[in-house]
């Protein structure tokens, strides 16, 4: 086991080399020459304008922030992997499943109670990195605004949630798997499949608001073209909500969210206090784009898609390992939930391992939204400031192999030169106003 994590370490050093050496215009100067139509106006020259707007150091921070990000993969998959194995190892998978067993004879309930045990002691090993990265490391670069006892209170919130939707998952997970028996996987991945739906349809009711305040947003100014921009799209919504996220950090941010009853446009009062109409507008375009172009349902297939091979890998990394070490963990076969802590070794690894291709299925889903955005709000100046409000915490010029593999939205100098581009065959949308803007950081 230690012998494939040092080799996928390996791996990751080498990539993180490799893309750390890759020029950083290629991608955008190879997008900007397809858009050669309207001579009068220099894609190149406008998307260095914006990029421009930021400071050096203001730049160098949000790289710093950004690339440490690239390294928490690693650690928060290492981290994770050496207490699953000491679980197993020192027998403590094993007593948490006996401790279960003596509490009830009735199996699904010693699946939940094995599932409370898991969750509380893996949170509690692996606290220490999670106060580094959440409050220490987000409170160095000016991201977080909680003091460290509101930081902790949503830490127990979002603990008591994942005890909660884990043994919704866990308990009937567990009863297909003793059922089915090695060809668990399919039916599985069509589970989580339906679990990962169910999670986002109830999430903007019964979870978002347990982190954040949601109030109807009354300010007509802002209400009225949005609602306009959402009936245009065909989008059956009412009313725009309000969220209160400065409460933990100054990050601008909005969502389409749920579906069918739970459908609700919300955006976040950073953005309404930072931004303005124009930026409002194009960022909520973008989040129609989402809903209109159904990335919510395209997302739970691919992502299927990938929950299928990653259960087959799982059960094959399982049977392999039992057979090893299966007696010596006290772990009965794939069927005994103590087998839990192996499981999540296989499959965090396989997660790890397909990083690009998550971060590419959604990075892809994200750029269609901002053409969306760009096509319904039609202010592509606004849709470069708020690309440079996201270059606070999400590095603005990457290599083009390094945004391939560690980004999940598009970088902002893509983003911006996709702006620039669409400014230029829409020159009537230009905006004096928006371009004089200057960048003004929260921190
Ligand atoms: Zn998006």
């Known amino acids: 086991m230690f012998r494939a994590t040092w080799m996928i370490a390996a791996a990751f050093l080498l990539l993180t080399a490799l893309t750390s050496a890759q020029t950083s215009s290629t991608t955008a100067s190879s997008m900007a020459s397809a858009a050669t139509s309207a001579p009068a106006f220099d894609v190149n020259a406008a998307v260095e304008t914006y990029l421009a707007k930021m400071s050096p150091a203001q730049r160098a921070r949000s790289t710093a922030y950004f ?9 928060d998959f290492l981290a994770s992997a050496v207490v699953m194995w000491l679980l197993l190892q020192f027998g403590w998978s094993a ?27 893996t949170s509690i090993l692996t606290f220490p990195l999670t106060i580094y990265e959440g409050y220490f490391r987000e409170h160095k670069y000016g991201l977080l605004n909680q003091t460290f006892g509101a930081w902790m209170k949503d830490q127990v919130v979002g603990l008591a949630v994942s005890v909660v939707l884990g043994a919704i998952l866990v308990v009937p997970l567990f009863g297909l798997v003793r059922k089915l028996g090695r060809s668990w996987w399919v039916a599985g991945a069509v589970l989580m499949i339906a679990f990962l739906a169910f999670v986002s349809l109830i999430a903007p009711v019964y979870i978002f608001p347990l982190f954040n305040t949601y109030t109807k947003l009354d300010d007509a100014t802002v209400r009225d073209p949005i609602l306009s921009m959402a009936r245009a799209n065909g989008i059956p919504a009412k009313d725009v909500y309000e969220f209160d996220a400065s409460r933990q950090s100054n ?8 579906f069918a009853q739970t ?13 303005t109409l124009p930026e409002i507008e194009t960022t909520m375009g973008h989040e129609m784009g989402h809903y209109v172009l159904n990335h919510a349902y395209k997302g739970v297939v691919m992502m299927g898609v990938v929950m299928v091979i ?9 049977s392999f390992a039992l057979a090893r070490w299966g007696q010596r963990w006290g772990v009965q076969g794939i069927g005994d939930v103590a087998v839990l802590p192996l499981a999540v070794i296989v499959f965090s690894g396989y997660f790890f391992l397909m990083t690009p291709v998550n971060n590419t299925i959604t990075r892809t889903m994200e750029y269609e939204a901002d053409m969306y955005g760009l096509n319904s709000a039609r202010q592509p100046d606004g849709e470069a400031n708020v690309d440079l409000l996201l270059g606070e915490y999400r590095k603005m010029d990457p290599g083009s192999m390094e945004e391939l593999i560690f980004f999940d939205h598009p970088s902002g100098r893509t983003r911006i030169t996709a702006a620039m581009r ?6 009537e949308t230009a905006s004096p106003a928006e371009m004089a803007r200057p960048f003004q950081s929260a921190q």
């Open 67 to 75: 690339e440490g990000g690239y390294w928490l993969t690693l650690w």
């Open 95 to 121: 007593r948490m499943r006996n401790l279960s067993e003596r509490i009830t004879r009735f199996r699904p309930l010693q699946t939940a109670l094995y599932w409370v045990q898991f969750i509380l002691v």
């Open 251 to 258: 990050r601008v941010s909005a969502n389409v969210s749920g």
């Open 263 to 275: 459908l609700r446009i919300s955006l976040n009062d950073n953005l309404l206090k930072r931004c």
């Open 310 to 318: 990653g259960f087959a890998f799982v059960n094959w990394g399982i």
């Open 422 to 427: 669409w400014k230029a065959e829409h020159p």
